[in-house]
């Protein structure tokens, strides 16, 4: 199940489950999204990206689905894995002349053996 | 070279030192970027550097200073810094600053203010 912490979400998979990890974006001129993970003591590791004129994007294992409409952003793992174990952050890319790279609160998944 | 490279990895350093942060990538891109990442917490935006000059500045304290050398090369000067600057700072590049693709991030300098 998915629960809020004191300052990080947390959802809990099994192990084989599909995981969805949801992110609410702020502003609505964004125009290219990233989803990150991110192990203990690791720099952000690129997921999957998106642009703002397609609202789905499949990659290996991933899919990242994009509505526009209510500013939100999901990631589905399938078949997670332990090793998909970390905080996923959803990025927004505020566009105009200089990029500007803003990341969302954060989801830790914990996958259950 | 697909990497940014970081150093060093761990810092402790005193109120009253000076030290740097290092940042280094080889892929030609030509925006740089510091963030600072609190634990349980989300990077946060300090700095963009692009074609080597400073565009955007999150309104940083001054005991951070920023310095891009060449368009490879990323310092974060430290200066007077507090406990509560303790953090996890994290550079990152892209192609360009007018580009809004293929932000590459390095692994970090764990900074501790004693």
């Known amino acids: 199940g998915e629960s809020v912490g004191l300052h990080l979400p947390t959802l809990s998979v099994q192990e084989g489950d599909n995981s969805i990890i949801n992110c609410a974006y702020s502003n609505s001129a964004s125009d290219y999204f990233i989803w990150y993970k991110q192990e203990s003591g690791k720099g952000p590791q690129f997921i999957i990206d998106?642009?703002?004129?397609?609202d789905k994007r499949q990659g290996q294992r991933v899919t990242v689905l994009l509505n526009k409409t209510v500013k939100h952003l999901s990631l589905q793992i399938a078949a997670t894995q332990p090793g998909d174990s970390a905080v996923y952050f959803c990025a927004e890319n505020y566009g105009g002349a200089t990029n500007k790279l803003i990341f969302g609160t954060g989801t830790l998944l914990a996958v259950q053996p | 070279d697909t990497e940014v490279t970081q150093t060093p990895k761990h810092l402790v350093m005193g109120m009253t030192n000076k030290k740097s942060l290092k940042c280094e990538q080889h892929m030609g891109h030509r925006a740089m970027y510091w963030y600072k990442q609190k634990a349980k917490k989300p990077p946060e935006l300090m700095f963009v550097?692009?074609?080597?000059?400073?565009?955007i500045n999150e309104s940083v304290p001054s005991r951070f200073s920023p310095e891009c050398p060449n368009s490879s090369l990323l310092n974060l000067h430290l200066h007077a810094l507090q406990p509560e600057d303790s953090a996890l700072y994290l550079c990152?590049?892209?192609?360009?600053?007018?580009?809004?693709?293929?932000?590459?991030f390095g692994s970090g300098t764990r900074l501790t203010v004693v």
């Open positions: 550097y692009s074609y080597e000059k400073l565009s």
């Open positions: 998106i642009r703002s004129n397609m």
């Open positions: 990152a590049s892209s192609p360009t600053g007018l580009t809004n693709y293929g932000y590459t």
